[in-house]
């Protein structure tokens, strides 16, 4: 807790770094609380176990299983694939188009976009 007495640090932005400077009263004062603990917890993370790691050949053969099956699919069943394009387009092309229904298709392509790239960045 500060003293609500001292005063605020003037932001001169030019002259000096008043955030660190704040910091480094901050340090000082709380210097004396510090409880010494004799390598106690430098003692504890080295006796931690070490964290699992997944075995390096699982990335590479999910990617070549995906790629098989995307491989399978698309050979397996193009015919079928057509069929549904055409009978998308054909539903698709029947109805009117609005503004607001152009906006909803943006916004779930957008949606559906941020999704997919959000779940192919994540780290495991």
Not at 6 to 17: G, I, K, R
Not at 44 to 71: E, H, I, S, T
Not at 101 to 110: D, K, P
């Amino acid at each position: 807790m500060t003293n609500a007495n001292a005063p605020m640090p003037s932001p001169s932005f030019a002259t000096d770094d008043w955030l660190d400077r704040v910091l480094a009263d901050d340090a000082r004062e709380h210097a004396a609380h510090y409880v010494q603990d004799d390598g106690f917890t430098a003692a504890v993370m080295q006796r931690l176990p070490a964290p699992v790691a997944l075995p390096a050949w699982r990335k590479p053969v999910v990617v070549a299983l995906w790629l098989v099956a995307g491989v399978l699919l698309a050979s397996m069943l193009p015919q079928a694939m057509q069929d549904l394009a055409r009978e998308a387009f054909r539903v698709v092309a029947a109805k009117p188009v609005t503004l607001s229904m152009l906006g909803m298709l943006l916004a779930a392509i957008g949606i559906v976009t941020w999704t997919g790239t959000a779940l192919a960045l994540r780290r495991d």
